[in-house]
């Protein structure tokens, strides 16, 4: 994974003590017996929905371009509906954003 020149080279040691844990896992399924397989795995499956989760909350604020969204001032706004087989019908409608 490629990494920004401004952000310190360290290692992401939540990733790593997730590829530990999996890697455990696995040892465990294949030293386990039968009857406790079925724990292994559902401690695997926990470890992967940690991992997806953990996966899922990143920000990336690098200051490229955003949206400011609507300017202040006031604007007019048309609407214009027409129902099934009858004549448009149009309202103007006056917004005031601050």
Known sequence: MLR???????????LVSEAG??????VLLAISSQKR?????LAMLFFAVAAVG?????????GGSRNPGTTTGAY?????A???GGT?????IAVNVQ
């Open 4 to 14: 920004p020149s401004n952000r310190p080279a360290s290692p992401d040691w939540f």
């Open 54 to 62: 953990a996966g899922c909350g990143a920000s990336n604020n690098n």
């Open 82 to 84: 027409t129902p099934a």
């Open 76 to 80: 007019t706004v048309t609407v214009t």
């Open 88 to 92: 448009a019908q149009t309202a103007a």
């Open 37 to 41: 397989r079925s724990y292994v795995l």
């Open 21 to 26: 844990a999996l890697i455990a896992c696995f």
